[in-house]
Structure formats: structure tokens, C-alpha cells
């Protein structure tokens, strides 16, 4: 978020990519990489945690102390032997009675302390996962339409999952797990310093192995798991592919050919994945080989000195008992090293998703729209000098000058990739132009906040996506606070009450995930409804009848026309029968305008339009 | 000192099974009992999985053991150390006793390395093993199975449940029998030392045992709310990006990150009430041993100052109490993830239990009407019914008494209102569906007899939703053909889809497309898929709506090409519009899940209201709507063709069309 990046262009706008040579093939969305400006993951860390600075180091102090407690009992038990038992043998029970007291204190303690930590650091876990999905969530929302199109839902979905799920994991274990062992190796590296030099110094000198053990593991296991992570993502993209696809892999008979190249995707997970299985067995080995020296060291130094009378029994048996715990997370140690691997590739990812800059941003200084001037909601349309490129070059529009009256209706034609999307996404103010401005009744759409901005433009694509919930919930998303009779009137308007009068629940029916069994021409009436409902000033329709059959297509101009009275529109479509419901006609060419007239006018002259009608003509004959 | 993460988190909420498998102490309920019982039934579900690499499996667990044991013999060699060398100042004996702890060391460490050694590449083929066998399944369960169920769904049991399986099998499988026996070693060692202090450090058992049982039912309740406020946010985050246009069309998102933050603000509070117990939960869990081990040093202390235990002795105990805590502490967790083991077991047999499509019935081969006279040559439909499996009792059929014949070398286009069947019957030709009753038949031959590879062979279809799989154009258009096709059906059927913009793509016909590749608009994927459908000249093709993304400079040109492909193929071609009906010999109109008509095109308009509705609307075959000599359109809808069965609708919206 520190280091905003020019975020990379744009590859295959809707109707762009007949011209092959704008997308640029090799480019970091294609490797799912996103330029992630150096730092930009730690400085994210930081911002997630400063904002609970004071919990963070009560957290800290909890687990110091709750360290100390626990690590406290094997120095009791040095002191039981080499002091209490003595003094218990000259009948002083004093410092048995001293024990009991601070190991019950201890025990109460660690006890105690374990409580408080763990709900002191799932409050600090808890609120870090929650700001960091809604700055997620809030930044997927923010970016705009280009942005979308090229970095692949799948990847998005799971930047706000997978990869969140795995800085919880992180921290919930991992990072609790890794003070946890850090503090033990400084406490009982301390304690036995304290108890003996010389042995403490031994068990000192055994973690410069260890530190060298762990390095090398981090290493190698780095490299593992970077593999199997492509790995599985390379088995994950065939899997859903082909359930996704299973119709055509049906009707193909792609099954075999699809098993043995599953076969092969997976046979490479298969051996990469036991090939990190090993590399963990020779850790944990060489671990705890070198671990278990240094305890054999240390007891036989320590024996012979005690042999020699030079070490207390007790000392002796306490560094026993610390060894064992001081070793003991050595492996938890490795694991840790795992969770940590997979938690930084994931927070860099989202960092270079954080990091991506709206290319349409919100105004700072919003404007609003002036007072409707007549009754009808219809406002002018005015491109100026408005010109768009995609950032590395590529020119789709080049500069023009357009105005669309207040409530004109306005036909856009022309051949894919031509641009008429483009100069929808313009008006809709999905993309900014790159010279020139778009003015609503004389206002830049960029001055325009969000919600002033949709009273005055609304979009409806061919996508018809419905959103989990009722079908009445997915037209009011055109209106929230519309009654039912509203949303009833809207798909009445639009010959969408039939159908949903049909359904099991009628307008109660839950559509489930993605739809259900409502076919695609339903769910783009229920789009409809939906535009309708918004009652904007300029409503623009984007092939929105593709899926329609011609009833269907039928009622939805005849709603047009009653809906579109007054209002400004401008209707994208492939086929020439839109045409009949417009005011005015605009036939697209690469990107220009090349011909603007009334139907009538186009297509008595000798254009572009005349052609193509005329083909149209033919192809009914 | 074992190699596995712990799981706190878990940790105790399935410890009141510590109890079921231990031994058989009272304390559990019978609902437990059952559950366990479930789980070990639903664990044993995986045995023909593991049974390849049983031997290694067994062996590993072995060694565990093994490993484990020789951690527990580490502290009687201290006590003989401190009671006989130590005490006797003998520095030899101290050289020797550092001598075993050293071998004994190295052995624990070259055991427990050998453990994971034996089981890495055994338990990962039997992960890849199990993924491979779902993802073949999967490709064979009948279509409505997967229109029932989210491929998310299906991929979550074929990675992450895979995963926990794995995992099951590597450490809590082998370790609740490596821990028990540890544990009972362990036990015994102690009390056979000093009965009294094995006592007192088994205390704590029964109040750990008991809190656990205590806990685990809100937990477990907890932690599976968690799972599914998980699973809602989710849902609000795919949404949110799959519907991206509508939102930001809209200016929605400020209240869908409401609904995000709200849902998330649940979550973080279900989340922390599972904290709370938790730490409960481990409150007690470090406490009360704590306090027993306290107790144990006290008692043993004054026992050594009364001479009546050795300190040796005294040592050796505590350090096996020390050594036996992680055992008993990750039994919780073992049993935790055997839980969500068996879980995961549960959803993926759920998948691998439903049933694949039925085989082909061998006698079927000799079928009597497999001589096919020539009535029935061609595509024929006999009183086809079909409801889909799923659907709720009593609802009518989506075809009911489909009586079709499609001649060959004949195109019938199939037309029909919205939701009429027309892409549901389309199905049923290839078997992506399967008729709940009458008979489709190929030349006579009933396709139900026929094996699916050689029905799918001969019939080609290019659906509404054009899929295009992650390989090159090329690949993705030739998956249509035969092994034999090449460079030049290749080019012959990109020519007729009109799809010849896939040879000015960056690497031409070899380019990359799909999730993986470059993204194609929709017009550029139908006619690839187009293309797909009629590169294996087919003897039967099926086209759902195959024009709907085209413009109309490349409809009509595709339209022209494709002529000439369906004048030598048998077919049948869903459309909505007169341009792609003109296409066929016949048409057949679909109402209602039934064959209401069957005629030419203008016979049909002629002759049936429904079908002149249908094609009467703005794509009437009426050039003069926008013709020079006939400006006003409102003159000319008088004079549509379609204005000979006018509808009332018609007739107002061709009046309002122009206020």
C-alpha cells in the first residue's frame, strides 16, 4: 500500500481481443505475480499490528511470564535435592515447605498465565485477520473493472482465503509456537548458565549446530515447497477445469486423455510431496542426533563432576530435566519453519494485491449532479476530447468528441472490437479515459462519488450473475429500499413476472450458487429488472439481450421503450433489431465513430450501415 | 520430543475418547461410544487405500514404538548413573553411562528418522493415489451430479480432505497406538519405582479427563459454527468478485463490504468464544500436572531425606513424568485429527459412493432393432420422457412423449420458448442425460445399448456455454476428432466456424488458451467451439444455440460455411433466431416439453401461432422494417408476415416502441 504501481494494462478488454496484437502475452498477471514493491509485505505487517501496539506487548509480557513459570520447576527440583533434603534431614522444613509453596505458585501460574495468553492473543490474532480480510475485501471492491478482468476471480477468491487462512494458521500456531521456543531456549539457555557455567556454556555452544541444521533446512525445504505448491495449483487448475468443463469432456470423450494427464500432474505432486516428507525425516535426524550428543555430553561432564564432588547432584539433575525440555522443540521447530513458508508466499501475495492502485479512483472533492432541469430523468452525455489507450500502448479509442442529448437513445453497432464496449465501460465509468474527460449535465464523472454517480449511470451487461439469496433480493440489488410492489412492478415491466410467479417459491425462490436451473435468458430479464429498478438517469444496456429468445427479447424493448422514455440510452447490440427502439445510430469502426445518424438516415445512405443491414436482410431471406 | 505440530486448537475436544480407547474406565456417554465407533467404521472405509503399503505402515509404527521406548529406558539410565557411578565417584562408570545415553540417543534419533523415511513416499502415493481414483470417478458420474454439486465442493474432498487423510495416516494413526503403549510403559516404570509418587502423578487424570468431557460438546459445537461462518464469507467473497460488474454497475460495494464486515464481525466472535473455552481447556491442562509433579517432588524429597528412596530413584521418576507428558497431552489432538480424519473420510466416499453412469448392457448388442430398416435410419425420438433425477415428487416432466425423427442428412432446428426443454432434450442425445423413459435411437440402434464412447463418437456437439479447456487452440478444436485428425481438418474447420482469427493469435493455432491462456471473448470461444464440433465431420451433430455471440458480418458468414457441413451430417440445432432456424430443413417447436409442431420454417409461421410469436419478434424476416423506401416503422410492422397471426403484444409493443 506504501509503493503504488502502475497496475499493468488491461489484456483482453470485452470486445478487444480480435486484435491480437494489444494483449501482451508474458505478463505478471499470467504468473499470477504481481509487482510487489520491495518492503511492501513487512510494511503491511506492521500496519496490521501498530494499530494494537499496547496488546501486542501484554501478549508479549503474558507469555515472558508464563515462560518463567513453567520453566521454574526443574530448578525447584535442584533445589529440593541439594537443599530441602539436607535441611529436612536436620528436621528444618522450611525450605521443603519453600518448594511446595513456589511450585504450587508456579504451577497456579503457568496455569493461569496459559488462560490469559491464549485470550489475550486470539483477541490480537482475531482483530489482525479481520482488518486484513476487509482491506482485502474492501480493495478487490475498490479496483476497478480492468483490474478484474485480468486477474482471475479464482486468484482473487483465493487471495481473501487460502492465503488468510494460512497467516491464521500462522498465527494462531506458528507464531505463538516460535516465541514459545525462543523464549525457552533463552530462559533455559539462561538457567543453566546460572546453574553451572561450564554446562550451560556446552548447551550454548550445541545450538550453533542446530542454528546451522535449521538454516539448511529452511533452505532446501524452501525450494520444496515452492515446487509443490506449483505443484498442486498445477493439479488444482486441471480438477476444476474439468469439472467445470464436464459436459464438453463428456461429449468429447476426454476422460482417458484427461486421467493420464491427471496422472502426470499428480504423479509430480506425489513425488514432490514425499520429497519434503524426507527432507523433514533427515532434519528431525540430524536434529536430534546432534541434540542427543550434547545431552550425553553434558551428563557425562556433568556426572564426573559431580563424581568429583565438584557439581551438586541437584544441579546435575535439573540440567537433565532442562535438556529434555531445551531440545524438545526442535522438530515443532521445523514445522514451524513450514507454516512460516507458506505464510509469507501468502502475505506477499496479498501485499501485491494491496499494493495495486485503483486506476479509477474515488474523488476526493465530490461533486454533485445538478437539480433535473425538465420531469424526465434524462441527463446530456458529453465526450470531450476523450481518448483511451491501454497504459502499455495499444490505442482502442482514438481521440473523439461526442453528445448525447438528454434523453436520446442512442443504437451503438459495429463489429467486435470495434470499441463499442470500451465506450460503454467509459460512460459507466468502469475505465477512466486516458485524455479527455466524461461529463454527466456537465460534470466529470470523475468528480462524482460512488452512489451519485450509479442515480446517474447504470450498466447492464451480458453477464446475467445472480447473487446467492432470493430472487426478489437480486432485482432490489438495483434499489435496496424498493417494497416488493416495486420489484414486482420492475419484472412485470420487463416480462419477468411470469416466470418468477412460476418458480417454486415465486419471488421468495432461492437461485442457490450461480443460478441454479434459471436459465440464462431468465437471469438476464431478472438483470433487467434489476436496471430497471435503479431508475437512472443513463442507462446503458451492453448485449444485453444476447440469451434472450425473441418473445423475450421482444418484451424487453417493448419495456424499453417505456422505461427508456426520457431517459438517456445507450444500447450496445449485435443485432439490428435494437436498432428499431433508437432515437440515433452510431456505427463503430477500430475504435472510430464512422458513421451517426437516425436509422432511417443510415440506412437510405450508402455506409457502413447500409451494408450491413442490407446483410442482415439477406440473412433472413 | 514427537515430530508433529501440536494443534492446540483441537486439542481437547475429542479427549473424552482418550478414555474409549485407553481403557474402559467410566466417564463417557453413550453418544461418545457411538460417535467413536462411527469414526473408527467410517476410518476403516480407507483400508483398501492403505493396504498397499501396509508392510510399511506397520513397520514405521514398529520402530515409533520402538523409538519411543528407548526415550523411557534414557531416564533409568540416569538413575543407575547418579545412584551407582555418580554415587561411588567411579569414572568409569560415568564414562560408560554417558556411553549408553549416547547410543541410546543416536538410536532414538536414527528410529524416529527411519519412521518418517518409511512413510514419505508410501503415504504420499496413497494421497496422489486416492485423488487420481476421485478425479476418474468424477469424470464418469453422470452430469446431473455435478449440476447438483459446486466444484468447489468436489475440490475441497480432492486437496484439503486428502491432505487431513494423509496426514491421519502419518501421525495420529501410528501415534495414539505409539502413545498408549508409551504411556502404559511409562506407568508401569513409575509405579514399579515408587507406587506412592506413580500415584500421586496419576491424580490429575481423572478432574483433566472430566474437564475435557466437560468442554469438548461446546467446542466441537463452536468450532464447526466457526467452519460455517467460514464457509458464508467465502460465499460473500466469490460472490463478490464473480459479480464484480453488478456491484460496481450498481455502486454497491460499500453494502456488500457491509454485509462482508458483518459477516466477519461473527466470525471474529465466534472465533474468540472458541478461544475462551480453549484457554480454559489449557488452564487446567498446565495446571493440575504441574501441581501433581510439585506434589511428586515434595513427597519425593521427604522420601529421599528419609532415606527411603534413592535420589537416583527420585530423578529418573520426575524425568519420566516429564517425558511421558507430551504423550498424554497429544492424545486430545490425535483424537481431534482422527475425528476430522474420519470427517474428511465421510466426504470423500460421499463422492466416491454415487454411483457412475450405468454400464452398457452386453445382450443389448444382439437388440432385434439393431437391423434398423430405413424408417428408422437417422435421429429418432420414441415417446421420450425425461424429469430430472432430482427433481421434487409430483413435479411434471421437462419432456414428456418427445415423438421425433430427424431423417438423415436432414437439419431440424429445434425452437422453443424459454425453459421449453429445447437444451435439456440436446442433452439427452449424447447421454449427458439419461431418458426416464422411451428410447432414442441412431440408425435404428437404441443409444442406451450402445457404449457411451462410441454414441459420443458419433455425435458432435458445440454447446450454448462455450468451454474451452487449458491447451492450445489447436488441441482444443481437434479434441472433436479422431487421434488421426491433423493440420488440415484443423484448418478446414476453423475456415468453416469462421474462426480464422486463431492464426493471427501471438503463437497462431498453438497459443495457449482457457484458465491458463489467453482469455478469448465470447463470439472468439463459440466458433472455436463451433469448430470442435464439426472438425470429426460427425454422423450426428448437436448445436445449442451455436450463433448467439456472433455479430452479423460473421453470423452470415458462418452461416454459409456451416451450409454446407450440415448438408452431409445429420442434425439438430437449437435456435432462438429465424437467421439460425433458415439453417435447417425442418423445425421442430418444443412447448412445454412437448413436440407441438413439426414443419419448414414457413409452413410453420403460416400455420402456427405460437411459432410466428416466437419469430415474429424484432428479427422477423421483415427487411422493410428499416428499409429506404419504408422509413416509418410503425407503416411497416402492418406489413410483417408476422402481422398475419398478430398477437395483441405485438401489436402494442411495435406502437409504444416509437412514443
Not at chain 1, 497504459?391 to 442529448?405: I, K, M, S, W, Y
Not at chain 2, 520426575?318 to 485429527?337: E, N, V, Y
Request: net charge negative; aromatic share 6%; proline share 6%.
Amino acid at each position: 500500500m506504501t509503493a503504488p504501481t502502475t497496475p499493468a494494462p488491461p489484456t483482453a478488454d470485452d470486445d478487444g481481443p480480435d486484435t491480437p496484437g494489444s494483449p501482451p502475452v508474458d505478463d505478471a498477471f499470467d504468473r499470477d505475480v504481481l509487482p510487489t514493491p520491495p518492503g511492501a509485505t513487512a510494511a503491511l505487517l506492521r500496519s496490521l499490528l501498530a494499530p494494537m501496539k499496547a496488546r501486542v506487548a501484554l501478549t508479549t509480557v503474558l507469555l515472558l511470564l508464563q515462560q518463567a513459570a513453567v520453566q521454574a520447576g526443574p530448578l525447584l527440583v535442584a533445589y529440593a535435592i541439594d537443599s530441602a533434603v539436607p535441611a529436612f534431614r536436620r528436621a528444618d522444613h522450611g525450605p521443603l515447605i519453600a518448594v511446595a509453596a513456589a511450585y504450587l505458585l508456579c504451577g497456579v501460574a503457568s496455569g493461569g498465565l496459559q488462560y490469559a495468553f491464549i485470550g489475550a492473543s486470539a483477541r490480537v490474532n482475531q482483530d489482525v485477520l479481520l482488518d486484513l480480510r476487509g482491506r482485502i475485501f474492501r480493495h478487490a471492491q475498490a479496483l476497478s473493472v480492468d483490474f478484474h478482468e485480468r486477474y482471475t476471480s479464482g486468484r482473487l477468491i483465493s487471495r481473501s482465503t487460502t492465503d488468510v487462512e494460512s497467516l491464521r494458521e500462522l498465527l494462531n500456531e506458528g507464531l505463538q509456537e516460535l516465541v514459545t521456543v525462543i523464549l525457552s531456549f533463552v530462559y533455559i539457555s539462561a538457567m543453566l548458565l546460572w546453574l553451572d557455567l561450564g554446562l550451560g556454556a556446552v548447551a550454548v555452544a550445541s545450538f550453533v549446530p542446530l542454528y546451522a541444521l535449521v538454516r539448511m533446512y529452511r533452505r532446501r525445504a524452501g525450494r520444496v515447497f515452492t515446487v509443490r505448491s506449483t505443484a498442486i495449483a498445477a493439479v488444482i487448475v486441471k480438477f476444476v477445469e474439468t469439472m467445470n468443463g464436464i459436459r464438453p469432456v463428456r461429449a468429447f470423450r476426454r476422460e482417458a486423455v484427461n486421467d493420464a494427464e491427471f496422472r502426470a500432474l499428480n504423479h509430480r505432486h506425489e513425488r514432490i510431496n514425499g520429497d519434503a516428507m524426507l527432507e523433514m525425516a533427515r532434519y528431525v535426524i540430524c536434529s536430534r542426533v546432534v541434540a542427543n550428543i550434547a545431552v550425553a555430553g553434558i551428563v557425562l561432564w556433568g556426572a564426573y563432576r559431580v563424581a568429583d564432588g565438584t557439581l551438586a547432584l541437584g544441579v546435575l539433575a535439573a540440567a537433565v530435566l532442562y535438556l529434555r525440555r531445551l531440545y524438545d522443540p526442535i522438530d515443532r521447530l521445523g514445522m514451524f519453519l513450514n507454516s512460516y513458508q507458506s505464510a509469507a508466499a501468502s502475505l506477499e501475495k496479498i501485499a501485491g494485491l494491496l499494493a495495486q492502485t485503483p486506476s479509477v479512483p474515488e474523488p476526493s472533492a465530490p461533486r454533485e449532479l445538478p437539480a433535473l432541469e425538465s420531469a424526465y430523468p434524462g441527463r446530456e452525455v458529453v465526450f470531450e476530447g476523450v481518448r483511451f489507450a491501454y497504459r502499455t500502448g495499444g490505442e482502442v479509442l482514438p481521440r473523439f468528441d461526442l453528445t448525447l442529448p438528454a434523453g436520446q437513445t442512442v443504437a451503438v453497432v459495429g463489429a467486435t472490437g470495434a470499441g463499442k464496449s470500451t465506450l460503454a465501460k467509459l460512460l459507466a465509468r468502469f475505465y477512466d479515459p486516458s485524455d479527455g474527460r466524461v461529463l454527466l449535465d456537465g460534470v466529470d464523472l470523475r468528480d462524482l462519488a460512488v452512489p451519485e454517480l450509479r442515480r446517474g449511470v447504470v450498466m447492464v451487461t451480458q453477464e446475467s450473475f445472480l447473487f446467492s439469496g432470493t430472487v426478489a433480493e437480486n432485482i432490489a440489488i438495483g434499489r435496496p429500499d424498493a417494497t416488493r410492489e416495486d420489484i414486482e412492478r420492475a419484472a412485470k415491466a420487463i416480462g419477468a413476472h411470469d416466470f418468477i410467479s412460476a418458480l417454486p417459491d415465486g419471488y421468495d425462490t432461492d437461485v442457490r450458487k450461480r443460478g441454479g436451473r434459471i436459465s440464462a435468458g431468465q437471469r438476464q430479464l431478472v438483470a433487467f429488472a434489476r436496471a430497471l429498478l435503479a431508475d437512472p438517469a443513463v442507462l446503458i444496456l451492453d448485449e444485453a439481450t444476447s440469451s434472450l429468445d425473441v418473445p423475450g427479447e421482444r418484451a424487453v424493448q417493448r419495456a424499453m421503450s417505456t422505461v427508456l422514455r426520457g431517459r438517456t440510452a445507450v444500447v450496445i447490440a449485435h443485432r439490428l433489431s435494437t436498432v428499431e427502439i433508437a432515437d440515433r445510430v452510431l456505427v463503430m469502426e477500430h475504435g472510430r465513430i464512422v458513421e451517426d445518424g437516425t436509422p432511417a438516415e443510415l440506412v437510405a445512405g450508402t455506409g457502413r450501415f447500409a451494408d450491413l443491414h442490407r446483410a442482415w436482410r439477406d440473412s433472413l431471406s | 520430543m514427537m515430530p508433529t505440530k501440536p494443534a492446540p486448537a483441537d486439542a481437547e475436544d475429542r479427549t473424552d475418547h482418550a478414555d474409549d480407547h485407553s481403557d474402559d474406565r467410566s466417564g463417557h456417554s453413550h453418544r461418545s461410544d457411538h460417535a467413536e465407533r462411527s469414526t473408527v467404521r467410517t476410518l476403516l472405509r480407507l483400508w483398501p487405500y492403505v493396504r498397499p503399503v501396509r508392510v510399511r505402515l506397520s513397520t514405521a509404527a514398529a520402530v515409533a514404538i520402538l523409538a519411543s521406548c528407548v526415550g523411557l529406558v534414557i531416564p533409568l539410565v540416569l538413575k543407575w548413573m547418579v545412584d551407582g557411578p555418580v554415587a561411588d565417584r567411579d569414572p568409569a562408570g560415568v564414562w560408560l553411562g554417558a556411553l549408553y545415553l549416547l547410543l541410546l540417543g543416536l538410536a532414538e534419533a536414527g528410529l524416529f528418522g527411519l519412521r518418517r523415511w518409511l512413510v514419505a513416499r508410501p503415504l504420499a502415493g496413497v494421497e496422489a493415489g486416492m485423488r487420481a481414483d476421485l478425479y476418474r470417478h468424477l469424470q464418469r458420474l453422470p452430469v446431473a451430479f455435478h449440476d447438483r454439486w459446486a466444484s468447489g465442493q468436489l475440490l475441497s474432498r480432492g486437496t484439503t480432505d486428502l491432505m487431513l487423510l494423509r496426514m491421519f495416516l502419518a501421525f495420529p494413526m501410528t501415534f495414539l497406538l505409539v502413545n498408549g503403549v508409551t504411556i502404559l510403559v511409562g506407568v508401569i516404570i513409575m509405579l514399579l519405582q515408587d507406587w506412592t509418587l506413580g500415584l500421586v502423578i496419576l491424580g490429575p487424570a481423572v478432574p483433566v479427563v472430566v474437564t475435557c468431557v466437560v468442554f469438548e460438546k461446546r467446542y466441537a459445537d463452536v468450532a464447526r459454527l466457526a467452519q460455517d461462518q467460514v464457509g458464508d464469507l467465502t460465499t460473500v467473497v466469490e460472490e463478490s468478485v464473480l459479480g464484480i460488474r453488478i456491484i460496481k454497475g450498481f455502486g454497491r460495494h460499500r453494502s456488500q463490504a457491509r454485509a462482508f464486515r458483518e459477516l466477519s464481525l461473527t466470525l471474529r466472535g465466534t472465533e474468540l468464544r472458541k478461544a475462551r473455552l480453549l484457554s480454559a481447556i489449557w488452564g487446567v491442562i498446565v495446571t493440575l500436572p504441574e501441581l501433581a509433579i510439585g506434589a511428586a517432588l515434595v513427597l519425593g524429597t521427604v522420601q529421599v531425606a528419609d532415606g527411603e528412596l534413592s535420589a537416583g530413584t527420585l530423578v529418573a521418576f520426575l524425568s519420566t513424568a516429564l517425558a511421558l507428558r507430551w504423550p498424554i497431552d497429544s492424545i486430545g489432538f490425535l483424537l481431534a485429527m482422527t475425528q476430522e480424519a474420519a470427517t474428511a473420510t465421510e466426504r470423500y466416499f460421499e463422492v466416491m459412493d454415487a454411483e457412475p453412469e450405468s454400464g452398457t448392457p452386453e445382450e443389448a448388442a444382439g437388440h432385434p432393432e439393431d437391423t434398423g430398416n430405413a424408417g428408422n435410419a437417422g435421429l429418432r425420438f420414441h415417446r421420450v420422457c425425461f424429469r430430472y433425477p432430482d427433481a421434487p415428487e409430483g413435479s411434471p416432466p421437462v419432456l414428456q412423449h418427445i415423438d421425433l425423427h430427424v431423417r438423415p442428412g436432414e437439419s431440424m432446428a429445434l425452437v422453443g420458448a424459454t425453459g421449453s426443454g429445447k437444451t435439456t432434450l440436446t442433452a439427452l442425445v449424447p447421454r449427458l442425460h439419461e431418458v426416464t423413459s422411451g428410447r432414442i435411437t441412431l440408425d435404428g440402434r437404441d443409444i442406451s445399448t450402445m457404449p457411451r464412447e462410441t454414441l459420443r463418437a458419433l455425435v458432435a456437439v458445440a454447446f450454448e456455454e462455450p468451454t474451452l479447456f487449458s491447451a492450445s487452440v489447436g488441441e482444443n478444436v481437434l479434441m472433436g476428432a479422431d487421434d488421426r485428425a491433423g493440420r488440415s481438418e484443423l484448418d478446414r474447420a476453423l475456415a468453416v466456424a469462421q474462426a480464422d482469427f486463431a492464426h493471427t493469435l501471438p503463437h497462431g493455432t498453438d497459443t495457449q488458451v482457457g484458465e491458463q491462456g489467453l482469455s478469448l471473448s465470447g463470439g472468439q470461444r463459440q466458433r472455436l467451439a463451433l469448430a470442435r464440433a464439426v472438425v470429426g465431420r460427425p454422423r450426428f451433430l448437436v448445436l445449442d444455440d451455436p450463433l448467439s455471440a456472433l455479430d452479423v458480418h460473421t453470423e452470415a458468414a458462418v452461416e454459409a460455411a456451416l451450409r454446407q457441413v450440415l448438408a452431409e451430417t445429420t442434425a439438430l440445432i437449437v435456435a432462438h433466431r429465424p437467421s439460425t432456424v433458415l439453417l435447417a430443413d425442418r423445425v421442430a417447436l418444443l412447448s412445454a416439453g412437448r413436440v407441438a409442431a413439426v414443419g419448414t420454417h414457413h409452413e410453420l409461421l403460416r400455420t402456427n401461432a405460437e411459432y410466428a410469436w416466437l419469430m415474429s419478434g424484432a428479427d422477423t424476416p421483415d427487411p422493410g422494417t428499416l428499409a429506404p423506401d419504408n422509413p416509418d416503422p410503425d407503416t411497416a410492422a402492418a406489413d410483417t408476415p408476422a402481422a398475419d397471426t398478430p398477437t395483441p403484444e405485438i401489436a402494442d409493443g411495435r406502437e409504444e416502441a416509437h412514443l
